[in-house]
């Protein structure tokens, strides 16, 4: 049996930065959407007679029938561009959510790695753990160009104000001369905070060459592979 189809429908979106729109979606058909935060939903649409299935990282913890997602248009694609489009009301086919980018459990001390949309899984696996009760030392190494681009930057200064086991590092390649933050890419970033220790968990999203290299970086320290989650958007 396959996974059944829904419509997903819009409810409103809004720039949240430069080609960067957060939307939020319900289901009618259903009272409650049920998913472990960090799945994705599997969008599908004909584009000039062509079934067209795209992914995208659901961007909050679970809530009735309401997802939410963060996306970035990229330039001369086909989905994300029609997405932009979309008005109030407008729905989309929908399989999902899907996937296997969830927190491993027990959760450990963990390093979670992002850039740029990378970001979407993590705010809602964050919110579900931090205000669920998550005791676990998590630290958020957040790498994006410039500092316009660091989205959900308040929410999650304001999770590391409420929580002292979460810590948040955003990390900027082409900052300006006033920023005082962390610098450069994430990788470099997350090296430093693993140090010596081999018993954290590291999860990272984002684009391919960032998580490969991450990827490769740990396996050369002599992380164990069961101990890095992650999940590619190319
Ligand atoms: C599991 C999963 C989850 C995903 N979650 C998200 C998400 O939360 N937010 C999001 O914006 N995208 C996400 N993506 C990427 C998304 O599925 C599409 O690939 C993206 O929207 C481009 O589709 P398109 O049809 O517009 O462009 P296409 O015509 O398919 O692609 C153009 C090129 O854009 C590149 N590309 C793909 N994704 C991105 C990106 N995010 N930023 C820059 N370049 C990209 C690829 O190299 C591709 O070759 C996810 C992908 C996967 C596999």
């Given at each position: ?11 409103e ?36 007679g062509?079934?067209i ?36 009301g ?43 009760g ?27 104000r ?73």
């Amino acid at each position: 049996m396959g996974v059944a189809v829904l419509q997903a429908r819009l409810v409103e979106s809004h720039l949240i930065a430069p080609e960067v729109r957060h939307f939020t979606f319900d289901v009618p058909e259903v009272e409650q959407l049920p998913y472990l935060p960090g799945q994705f939903v599997s969008f599908s649409r004909d584009f000039e007679g062509k079934r067209i299935t795209r992914a995208y990282s659901t961007a909050s913890a679970p809530n009735g029938n309401r997802f939410e997602l963060c996306l970035n248009r990229v330039q001369d694609g086909i989905f994300s561009p029609w997405l932009f489009t979309m008005e109030p009301g407008h729905t989309v086919d929908m399989k999902g959510p899907l996937g296997y980018f969830t927190w491993r459990h027990p959760v450990r001390d963990s390093i979670l790695v992002a850039t740029g949309t990378g970001i979407a899984p993590f705010r809602g696996m964050l919110t579900a753990y931090l205000s669920g009760g998550g005791e676990q030392p998590i630290t958020l190494v957040y790498g994006v160009r410039y500092e316009e681009s660091l989205l959900y930057r308040g929410e999650f200064e304001e999770l590391a104000r409420n929580y002292p086991n979460f810590r948040f590092v955003p990390t900027l390649s082409r900052p300006d001369d006033g920023w005082t933050g962390a610098r450069g890419h994430v990788q470099a970033h997350v090296m430093e905070i693993i140090g010596h220790r081999r018993d954290m968990d590291v999860y990272i999203c984002g684009l391919k060459l960032m998580v490969d290299d991450v990827r490769g970086r740990l396996k050369e320290i002599g992380v164990d592979r069961k101990q890095i989650v992650s999940e590619k958007y190319d």
